[in-house]
């Protein structure tokens, strides 16, 4: 659960900054676009509304001096006194040709009325009445143009007084009533985008043109011109465009440009949704690029972490297994790069450590009945036929404890089992240092074998200093014991001479024995020494002969052996130290 | 009655969904033809096509006035969702008359306020509005024309319908006028047709040299019978209606009755789109127009003056 744990904090380690790697410089970079895409459109509608608006103005400019130019047709020639029938005709026809004068008044240089004509009133000739503090004519006159303000017919339809003077008093001068109404006809034609209209307002804020020619017809109502006078005011007088809402509370993209002359201005209006719509569209598919580019971000980020987490996975798994034993595990990658080699060393490893602990099997088995620096001498030398059966000379070393059998008859379980300890470890270190081979011990009786499976020089001579070392050792020993009140005694017997080595038993249960006579023979000999005795037969004796105290003990009946054997001892006080010839024996 | 019958059955088998326009026309369908279809132009102009997303539910008068408020009462009980009443004052007098509470839709020559059928041209308040194609303020013009074509005349004869709501006001007008210009009037009236051909006759007799129609439906509608007779009695004459030089009568003077009716369509499109009646103002006609007839003037010998033809919207050769 923990490696797993780990493994997956790595991954999400991974992901997270391959993820962040790769979205942050996104991101970053969509709204960078953005802003400046914003910033671009931004100026491209200002400049387009601008245009729109002055185009606008420009037509609403088109239909007043398109009256205006008319108009300067009337006052061309010098008035006469007498009435000249021509000039009705005239104004006849430009009312005809002007449908939103509404009527007409001609005046003569002295500002008398000489002729009045109407769509609606009685036409009047000649009245001659003074109309020379008209402000219209004052007007006219300071500037050749005058234009009023706008009034509303009967409270409802606009109209707009204009008054043109000639290039010279004695023309006179002509005031024309321009019915607004019919600027409907300009202003509805007007489209600004799909949408978007125009309106106009006069100087004062009143709404004198509209596509919706109601709103017009409802006079000079406040309630009506206000949010189109408020919708101007938010333009103001400074560049470009404002956003602002309309009478319905809408939000409107909005421009102004003044009309010249009557000093109007006309205002364009585009709803704020179409205005932005090429605004919001781009925000838009970069807000979705960026969503599609984050997902695939993230699956790529995914796909790498995991490509390069999975060999780090296997690497943990295949340690895991090596680690719980399984050598013959191999982590297999082939990315072709560290993790590949980093793969190959565990597998290196495994295998070694495989060898090593096939090793220390055997090891482990030799050591059995080998003295360690025996079996590693086997060990080494890469085969165990050593081991195999085979018939050769060997010395049997047979050693037991005298009066063992009635002392754990009368002694407590710890008390045996803490003696044949001390017994064993004793005699055990001495068969490891001789390099003799244990065969097998039973209750406290204890067989060596030396010269077998290993061949050793002097392997009698060997032998009898292994018996001497035992006896010392465990003479030692029953010196302790006495003293706590136990009465053992030690004997050793040994012999020499051709027996059959090799293992006996089963699959793990494997034991290396020696069969023949000499092995019954030390085993007799050992029963028949007492205390402190060490007893060899002839051929162990004729071998050490000259270089160890032998004494001839005369022959000795041996149970098993018909006639009497010639038995030898050797006194083991006699030997000081056991270990001063050991140097020489062993190679 | 028979034709109302057989027209209004086309409301009933449209689909239960479409609004529908109740239509309260004071003359017969072959005699209205003209404007109903400058009607259906204007809404269509607001997006109302009849027979596709509007059904109009038509009451024919035939003509016969008095049975205005009848038809009119018809009209309210049949829960139209906007009447529209077109023709003159005297129906949208009669619409109103009958208290609904549906919007009315009205278009006439006379001065809506003055006729109290609404409080004021920008707003109108109540459930009605409408438009007004000024035919009745320029009578006193008319009267004007008729001098400028018989300028020697002393005596002209004027022609209203008593029964006309905008009789009293055109001929207080007309009077003011007549001491303007310097002409005696006498006063004559026709409410029925057959009334038309004594008028005539009567004016012939008494030598009064031209004939003043004042603004009125009824004899708007009868243009083709005015024009026979005026050239039966080979009497110069001017009504407010195109179709009187059309038929060869001599002249006409009088508000644009395609503009009037087809603005009357736009407000009832409008009106059935949700608007409010009292958010949309009365509106006027901008287009009055003179239509003169010079076959017909050089048949009764009075030609026309420079002037005259100058300033003539439409003429007839």
């Not at chain 1, 409802?156 to 007084?161: G, K, M, N, Q, V």
């Not at chain 1, 206000?226 to 005011?233: E, K, N, S, Y």
């Not at chain 1, 360690?372 to 050769?392: H, K, M």
């Not at chain 2, 008729?146 to 006309?164: C, K």
């Amino acid at each position: 659960m923990i490696p797993q744990d780990r493994f997956r904090g790595l991954f999400h380690k991974y992901l997270l900054a391959l993820f962040v790697a790769v979205a942050i410089p996104l991101a970053f970079n969509g709204v960078i676009e953005s802003w400046f895409g914003y910033r671009d459109q931004r100026a491209r509608l200002d400049q387009w509304l601008s245009l729109q608006s002055a185009s606008a103005a420009a037509e609403i400019h088109d239909f007043i001096h398109g009256i205006t130019s008319q108009l300067g047709w009337l006052v061309q020639l010098p008035w006469t006194d007498e009435f000249d029938e021509r000039r009705r005709t005239d104004a006849l026809r430009l009312l005809r040709q002007a449908p939103a004068i509404a009527s007409l008044t001609l005046l003569d240089g002295n500002g008398l009325e000489r002729l009045y004509i109407s769509r609606i009133g009685l036409n009047r000739i000649e009245s001659r009445t003074d109309r020379s503090a008209d402000p219209a004519l004052v007007g006219a006159r300071a500037a050749q143009i005058w234009f009023s303000d706008v009034s509303y017919n009967r409270g409802s339809e606009p109209y707009l007084t204009v008054a043109i003077t000639g290039n010279r008093p004695a023309v006179g001068a002509v005031v024309a009533e321009v019915n607004l109404k019919l600027i409907w006809d300009v202003i509805s034609a007007i489209k600004v985008g799909r949408t978007g209209f125009a309106f106009v307002l006069d100087r004062s804020g009143r709404l004198i043109a509209h596509p919706d020619i109601s709103l017009v017809l409802r006079g000079a109502e406040e309630a009506t011109s206000r949010p189109f006078r408020a919708v101007r005011d938010a333009i103001g007088s400074k560049a470009g465009f404002a956003t602002t809402r309309d009478a319905q509370g809408h939000y409107v993209a909005a421009s102004a440009a003044p009309v010249h002359g009557p000093d109007w201005t006309v205002v364009v209006v585009q709803p704020l949704s179409e205005a932005y719509a090429p605004i919001y569209s781009a925000l838009w598919r970069t807000a979705m690029l960026l969503a599609i580019s984050t997902m695939l971000a993230g699956i790529l980020a995914y796909a790498l972490a995991h490509r390069m987490t999975e060999p780090i996975k296997l690497l943990e798994e295949g340690t895991e297994r090596i680690g719980a034993g399984s050598f013959d595990h191999r982590i297999s990658i082939d990315t072709g790069d560290e993790f590949q080699r980093l793969a190959n060393s565990f597998n290196r490893m495994a295998s070694e450590l495989a060898l090593a602990q096939q090793h220390q099997e055997r090891i482990a088995k030799l050591k059995r009945f080998l003295a360690p620096q025996v079996a590693d001498l086997v060990d080494r030398a890469g085969d165990d036929s050593v081991l195999d059966g085979r018939r050769t000379e060997v010395v049997v070393v047979f050693c037991d404890l005298r009066g063992f059998t009635a002392f754990s008859a009368g002694a407590a379980p710890e008390e045996v089992m803490s003696v044949l300890s001390e017994y064993y470890e004793s005699l055990g270190r001495v068969i490891a240092k001789f390099e003799a081979t244990l065969i097998n011990f039973s209750g406290d009786g204890l067989m060596v074998l030396v010269n077998a499976p290993v061949p050793v020089e002097e392997p009698a001579l060997r032998a009898i200093d292994l018996a001497v070392d035992m006896q010392k050792n465990v003479q030692a020993l029953i010196t302790g014991w006495r003293s706590r009140g136990y009465y053992v005694g030690f004997g050793i017997g040994l012999a020499s001479g051709p027996a059959t080595v090799g293992r006996i038993g089963y699959k793990d249960r494997l034991d290396y024995t020696a069969i023949g006579s000499v092995v019954n023979l030390a085993a007799r000999l050992c029963a028949s020494a007492a205390d402190r005795e060490i007893l060899i037969d002839a051929k162990v004796a004729a071998d050490v002969k000259g270089r160890r105290p032998v004494a001839d003990l005369g022959g000795r009946e041996i149970k098993g052996f018909d006639e009497a054997i010639p038995v030898f001892g050797i006194s083991f006080g006699a030997l000081q130290p056991s270990g001063r010839g050991m140097s020489g024996t062993i190679r | 009655m028979a034709g109302a019958a057989t027209w209004t059955t086309v409301a009933y088998g449209q689909k239960p969904s479409m609004p529908v326009i109740g239509y309260l026309c004071p003359e017969s369908p072959e005699l209205f033809g003209s404007r109903l279809e400058a009607f259906r132009q204007g809404l269509e102009e607001a997006g109302f096509v009849a027979g596709r997303n509007v059904a109009i539910d038509f009451q024919w008068a035939n003509g016969q006035y008095s049975r205005l408020p009848a038809l009119a009462a018809e009209l309210v009980a049949r829960n139209v969702d906007v009447i529209v009443a077109p023709g003159g004052a005297p129906v949208a007098l009669a619409a109103k008359a009958t208290g609904t509470s549906k919007t009315i839709v009205f278009e006439m020559g006379g001065d809506p306020v003055q006729l109290r059928v609404v409080d004021s041209l920008s707003r109108p308040g109540g459930n009605i509005t409408g438009v007004s194609s000024l035919s009745v303020d320029v009578s006193p013009k008319r009267l004007e024309l008729m001098r400028d074509v018989l300028p020697t005349a002393t005596r002209l004869a004027i022609v209203a319908n008593p029964t006309s709501p905008t009789a009293p006001s055109q001929l207080q007008k007309l009077h003011a006028a007549a001491e303007t210009l310097r002409v005696q009037l006498q006063i004559l009236s026709a409410s029925k047709e057959d009334e038309f051909e004594s008028v005539f006759a009567a004016v012939a007799k008494d030598g009064a040299s031209g004939l003043v129609f004042t603004s009125d439906p009824y004899f708007a509608f009868r243009s083709a019978r005015l024009a026979a007779l005026a050239m039966k009695y080979q009497i110069p004459a001017i009504t407010q209606t195109r179709d009187f030089p059309v038929a060869g009568g001599l002249m006409s003077y009088g508000g644009d009755f395609m503009q009037s009716h087809r603005r009357a369509g736009v407000y009832a499109g409008r009106i059935l789109s949700g608007e409010k009646p009292s958010d949309l103002p009365v509106q006027l006609v901008t287009k009055v127009e003179l239509v003169v007839n010079l076959k017909a003037a050089k048949l009764l010998g009075y030609p026309f003056s420079a002037a005259v033809i100058a300033g003539a919207d439409e003429v007839i050769e």
